[in-house]
């Protein structure tokens, strides 16, 4: 059973930045796709960033302003957010996909307010 914990949230002024963690327990972490998605209060959950042995994917919303990236040997992948914006409030959560997988953290709450 894998199990993902997501570290990193917190109160930031806008412009400010963020780095989110989320450490993957079990092997094999370097094989999978790990994504970072976000839910804000009344809206559905929505990807932000994904990361492949080779690719990058990101939201329109988050381009220029995010990075995600990952440390196999830490089964840890992060992501990097500078400036931040008010709308970018939300609970970020730490996928792990991969055929017959499929694997969420519980959350941490990014609040990006003056």
């Known amino acids: 059973q894998v199990q993902l914990v997501e570290s990193g949230g917190g109160l930031v002024q806008p412009g400010g930045s963020l780095r989110l963690s989320c450490a993957a327990s079990g092997s094999g972490f370097s094989i999978y796709v790990m994504g970072w998605y976000r839910q804000a209060p009344g809206k559905q959950r929505e990807l932000v960033a994904r990361?492949?042995?080779?690719?990058?994917t990101y939201a329109d919303s988050v381009k220029g302003r995010f990075t995600i990236s990952r440390d196999n040997a830490k089964n840890t992948v992060y992501l990097q957010m500078n400036s931040l914006k008010p709308e970018d409030t939300a609970v970020y959560y730490c996928?792990?996909?991969?055929?017959?997988?499929?694997?969420w953290g519980k959350g941490t709450l990014v609040t990006v307010s003056a």
């Open positions: 996928n792990m996909w991969g055929t017959a997988l499929d694997y």
């Open positions: 990361i492949s042995s080779g690719s990058t």
